[in-house]
């Protein structure tokens, strides 16, 4: 009969798969304690899992505990966020771990509903997160975020950014208003949105979303410039032409050499409201081909229902309206899916502290 051991442990929970990161559960293992046919599994989870953490932790015991070499297992799971390798020679902002960029090809697709309840999934899930909405020409995050009035600068040269259902969160349609046209040649807007981006005073966080405009212009060039971005979300349909464009913005940021963590389709299916019939008004299995042929990860659909809709035009996005609901979930398990393949790119070694700047002479 084989004894228990450390390397029977790692084999085991080798064999099981992590559904977050596509990686063995092993991979986390930090400790590892055996005292007779007893074993004790410290493993930390490199992304925010706080609605999985219970069933992963069942699944590991069980796993172990089926092996006959071992009598019980103690399994102890907890997760941390670390700050990952950005693009070029660029350092992470100062305080924010890690910049994730939601985008799309074509306006239409959802993107910034997408965006909004990643970032209160992700939220959900135990970070701290914030979101920039880059949309200047058509900003729509302080509405559905429910958020009015306009930041505060405490020393006239940076801004606090404003707060909503536990999100940070900034956009230009907090310093105009809701009416008013932003008018603008390219070299504003890039311009605008650096300023948004940089003279925030973002409170530690580990993720900051951006919700990017639709297409390939002026942001998205600047953004892989010039933007410490750790990896990239790309939202379309099963639409033939939304799928089109989709492939034009996963293109983009591989030749800028941003990781793509995965696609999300949006109104995949349609359930009615009365009779409760699914349909793929769209078409179906879009995404999941698009992600196969560029070999990235499918993170996850959503249905086009009614309520995201109303929720999201309310104030109230839906992760954040229903917590509990089966629309929350799928959000949070994208959320998951989204933290877990980041989890898996290299982590950035930058303190992320800045330029120091030496002053006055050294002392006699």
């Given at each position: 009969?084989?004894q228990?051991?450390?390397?029977?442990?790692?084999?085991?929970?080798?064999?099981?798969?992590?559904?977050?990161?596509?990686?063995?559960?092993?991979?986390?293992?930090?400790?590892?304690?055996?005292?007779?046919?007893?074993?004790?599994?410290?493993?930390?989870?490199?992304?925010?899992?706080?609605?999985?953490i219970?069933?992963?932790?069942?699944?590991?015991?069980?796993?172990?505990?089926?092996?006959e070499?071992?009598?019980?297992?103690?399994?102890?799971?907890?997760?941390?966020?670390?700050?990952?390798?950005?693009?070029?020679?660029?350092?992470p902002?100062?305080?924010?771990?890690?910049?994730?960029?939601?985008?799309s090809?074509?306006?239409?697709?959802?993107?910034?509903t997408?965006?909004?309840?990643?970032a209160l999934?992700?939220?959900?899930?135990?970070?701290?997160?914030?979101?920039?909405?880059?949309?200047?020409?058509?900003?729509?995050?302080?509405?559905?975020?429910?958020?009015?009035?306009?930041?505060?600068?405490?020393?006239?040269?940076?801004?606090?950014?404003?707060?909503?259902?536990?999100?940070?969160?900034?956009?230009?349609?907090?310093?105009?208003?809701?009416e008013?046209?932003?008018?603008?040649?390219?070299?504003?807007?890039?311009?605008?949105?650096?300023?948004?981006?940089?003279?925030?005073?973002?409170?530690?966080?580990?993720?900051?979303?951006?919700?990017?405009?639709?297409?390939?212009?002026?942001?998205?060039?600047?953004?892989?410039?010039k933007?410490?971005?750790?990896?990239?979300?790309?939202?379309?349909?099963?639409?033939?032409?939304a799928?089109?464009?989709?492939?034009?913005?996963?293109?983009?940021?591989?030749?800028?050499?941003?990781?793509?963590?995965?696609?999300?389709?949006?109104?995949?299916?349609?359930?009615?409201?009365?009779?409760?019939?699914?349909?793929?008004?769209?078409?179906?299995?879009?995404?999941?081909?698009?992600?196969?042929?560029?070999?990235?990860?499918?993170?996850?659909?959503?249905?086009?229902?009614?309520?995201?809709?109303?929720?999201?035009?309310?104030g109230?996005?839906?992760?954040?309206?229903?917590?509990?609901?089966?629309?929350a979930?799928?959000?949070?398990?994208?959320?998951?899916?989204t933290?877990?393949?980041?989890?898996?790119?290299?982590r950035?070694?930058?303190?992320?502290?800045?330029?120091?700047?030496?002053?006055?002479?050294?002392?006699?």
């Amino acid at each position: 009969m084989t004894q228990a051991n450390e390397a029977l442990v790692r084999r085991i929970l080798g064999d099981l798969t992590d559904p977050h990161t596509g990686a063995p559960l092993a991979d986390s293992i930090r400790a590892v304690g055996v005292d007779g046919a007893r074993v004790s599994v410290d493993i930390q989870l490199g992304y925010p899992a706080a609605g999985a953490i219970e069933s992963l932790t069942a699944q590991a015991r069980q796993a172990l505990e089926a092996d006959e070499a071992i009598e019980a297992a103690v399994v102890s799971l907890s997760s941390r966020v670390h700050s990952h390798k950005v693009q070029g020679a660029l350092a992470p902002l100062p305080n924010v771990k890690n910049i994730l960029a939601v985008a799309s090809g074509k306006g239409g697709v959802g993107k910034s509903t997408v965006a909004v309840n990643l970032a209160l999934a992700l939220a959900a899930e135990g970070a701290k997160v914030g979101i920039l909405d880059a949309d200047i020409y058509g900003p729509s995050q302080p509405r559905m975020l429910g958020i009015h009035g306009r930041p505060e600068s405490p020393d006239g040269k940076t801004i606090m950014p404003m707060s909503a259902h536990g999100l940070q969160a900034m956009s230009i349609g907090f310093l105009v208003d809701e009416e008013t046209p932003m008018i603008w040649r390219g070299p504003m807007v890039t311009q605008a949105m650096m300023q948004l981006l940089g003279d925030t005073r973002w409170d530690m966080l580990d993720y900051l979303v951006i919700d990017l405009p639709p297409g390939t212009g002026d942001i998205q060039l600047t953004l892989s410039q010039k933007v410490p971005v750790a990896g990239a979300v790309i939202v379309t349909t099963p639409q033939d032409i939304a799928l089109l464009d989709a492939r034009k913005a996963l293109k983009m940021f591989e030749k800028v050499e941003v990781p793509v963590l995965g696609i999300v389709e949006n109104m995949a299916t349609h359930i009615c409201s009365h009779c409760g019939h699914e349909e793929h008004i769209f078409g179906a299995g879009g995404g999941e081909r698009m992600a196969e042929q560029y070999q990235v990860p499918y993170l996850g659909s959503l249905p086009l229902d009614i309520r995201i809709r109303e929720q999201a035009d309310g104030g109230n996005p839906t992760v954040a309206a229903m917590p509990d609901s089966e629309l929350a979930a799928h959000y949070r398990a994208i959320a998951r899916n989204t933290a877990g393949r980041l989890a898996r790119q290299p982590r950035n070694k930058s303190l992320g502290l800045g330029k120091i700047v030496v002053q006055g002479q050294p002392a006699t």
